[in-house]
């Protein structure tokens, strides 16, 4: 497989979607047209070799990480505890 020309930022910002649980690799791949396969390539290049495993352990079947396996169609999670920014009483301190 070719290597991507990508900056340190796009790397960065793929990490980061890559670590978030419900972040799927579709919007990984909408986003910079980087495959599946190939962000497991960016992880496993730039991560210590113990990070990668601890990775891949944790999304390896994962439900979220992967559309076609989700249970919903779209939007965020939301729990209904979860009060709108306007009831935020931090906000109005």
Do not use: Y
Request: include cysteine; hydrophobic fraction near 35%; aromatic fraction near 6%.
């Amino acid at each position: 497989m070719k290597q991507l020309q990508m900056d340190e930022l796009d790397i960065d910002r793929i990490i980061g979607m890559a670590w978030e649980d419900r972040t799927p690799f579709d919007a990984i791949e909408a986003q910079f047209g980087v495959s599946e396969q190939q962000v497991i390539e960016i992880m496993r290049r730039e991560m210590k070799p113990s990070s990668f495993r601890m990775w891949r352990k944790r999304v390896q079947g994962r439900v979220t990480k992967h559309v076609a396996k989700r249970n919903f169609a779209e939007g965020r999670h939301k729990c209904d505890r979860q009060r709108g920014i306007s009831n935020n009483k931090i906000s109005k301190r």
